[in-house]
Structures are given as structure tokens and as C-alpha cells.
């Protein structure tokens, strides 16, 4: 099987470039048959990858980085500075941290009391599917 771009033409030189890429069928299939069984290992169950797929799609580098460094409770300011690299900002917690929360993927430790100095946040069973399925979404067009 033949995948080849569209030839460039040089107007310097004259010279038409063009790329090809050959992938037999069977490296394909098995490409496919991968991807088909990594799915299907979203925690053992094609109807959490596919109930999570969309909201995947949604989430931003950095909000998939909370999540994974939020595995075990940190506070606003390791967050900030572990998950995001950034520096400790309103902004960064508005963009990236509060959308996690409001959707349930992250959750406070002291719920009732969301500006105790003691507060921690951490990422919800619901936050982990959604990063299994955000990783499976990225490991798989990386070919």
C-alpha cells in the first residue's frame, strides 16, 4: 500500500519533490489490531473509552499534566508549579485547575472550606479514566 504527498515544485530549480511513505498491509493490520486492543484495555471496558473520547479530545496538555501529578493530594501551589511548570497565578488556577473541578475530574480535600490554606486537591477516579482515555487518544496517532 502507497501513501505519497503532494509533490512540491521548486521554482528556483525546477525540481519536483515529492514524498513517499510504503506500509505493507499486514504492519498496517497490526497497527490497527493494536490500537483496536488498546482500547478495548480502557480499564477493561470500549464503553469507558468511547463515554470519555469526547471530553479526551477537550482537554488541554496542561490540564492532562494536573491530573497525572495529582495522583496523591497536592495544594494549589504545587500544582501550579509540578503539573504546570508555571508560576503560582489567579490565572492559571481560573484556566486550568477550576474547569477540572467543576467537571469533576479534580476534587478538593477540605470540600467545604475551598480557600482553607490547608487545602489540597486531588484527581478523582472519573479524573483517571478520562486521563487513561487522553493517553490512549495520544500514544495511538503517534505511530
Known amino acids: 500500500m ?3 504527498t503532494d509533490q ?7 525540481e519536483t519533490k515529492g514524498m513517499k511513505f510504503v506500509i505493507s498491509s499486514s504492519t498496517l493490520l497490526k497497527h490497527l489490531q493494536q490500537i483496536s486492543k488498546n482500547i478495548q484495555n480502557v480499564n477493561g471496558d470500549p464503553l469507558v473509552y468511547a463515554k470519555y ?8 496538555s496542561e490540564q492532562a499534566s494536573i491530573l497525572n501529578c495529582a495522583y496523591s493530594p497536592l495544594s494549589n501551589k ?13 490565572d492559571n488556577f481560573k484556566n486550568h485547575i477550576e474547569p477540572l473541578l467543576q467537571r469533576g475530574f479534580l476534587e478538593r ?23 487513561s482515555v487522553w493517553n490512549q487518544i ?6
Open 8 to 14: 512540491d515544485v521548486d521554482q528556483d530549480e525546477k
Open 109 to 131: 480535600t477540605i470540600k467545604d472550606k475551598p480557600t482553607s490554606k490547608y487545602q489540597k486537591y486531588f484527581t478523582t477516579a472519573r479524573g483517571k479514566r478520562l486521563l
Open 78 to 90: 504545587e500544582l501550579q508549579e509540578q503539573g504546570l511548570k508555571m508560576k503560582v497565578h489567579h
Open 53 to 60: 473520547k469526547s471530553t479526551a479530545l477537550d482537554l488541554t
Open 138 to 143: 495520544h500514544t495511538n496517532f503517534i505511530l
Open 2 to 4: 502507497y501513501f505519497s
